[in-house]
């Protein structure tokens, strides 16, 4: 019966995940202009948490982890798109910051060996790529994405807490969790910014 239920709330955050992706796309294709920043910085980030949890893992668990998979497919996918619309890029100093961190993630996984503590920085790293979206909207002073997706993307996480948690994935909980905060927190901060500029 776990195992059922498992696979189920596993099928379930996927559908709910890749849907909500399929609505950013859509939004991005017509008035949203996401920041690129993030989208870049989260697609680095989230290979690093996928590649050190399989690690940690032992296995390619793709059921336990199925938020860090989803995160990452789903991310590549968006900046392909936002690319695709977009395609000059540039990188300010916060990028290269971010890059930089990475950067030392993987030199401490390599010579740590500790799959673990790579896979908790990266999951701070990926918290740090909410922040040119944060920056974006407090610079135009509007909405600048699109809440549904947000909100389906925080359903994906709640639910996904539940099979990391029945398989013991420690790492995957965290995961969840941490998306659980920082996805709210950033849709507060985009909401206060543009409830600012209505009000000015």
């Known amino acids: 019966m776990k195992e059922f239920t498992v696979l189920i709330a596993t099928i379930v955050v996927y559908g709910i995940y890749f849907y909500a992706g399929y609505d950013y796309i859509r939004a991005i294709k017509k008035e949203s202009s996401p920041a690129i920043g993030t989208w870049g910085l989260f697609a680095v980030g989230t290979l690093l948490g996928v590649l050190s949890a399989f690690v940690k893992g032992g296995s390619v668990d793709v059921m336990s982890n199925v938020l860090n998979v989803g995160d990452f497919l789903m991310c590549v996918t968006i900046l392909g798109f936002i690319l695709a619309k977009h395609p000059a890029i540039s990188f300010d100093r916060f990028d290269r910051f971010f890059f930089l961190l ?31 979206t944060i920056k974006k909207a407090r610079k135009e002073r509007k909405k600048n994405e699109p809440y549904k997706s947000w909100i389906l993307f925080l359903t994906s996480a709640t639910i996904a807490a539940y099979p990391a948690w029945m398989n013991g994935n420690m790492l995957s909980l965290v995961y969840s969790v941490r998306t659980m905060l920082v996805i709210p927190t950033m849709l507060f901060l985009i909401h206060k910014y543009s409830k600012t500029a209505a009000a000015s």
């Open 102 to 132: 990475a950067g030392t993630i993987v030199i401490f996984w390599a010579i740590s060996k500790d799959a673990a503590w790579a896979n908790y920085f990266s999951q701070g790293l990926i918290t740090l790529g909410y922040w040119p």
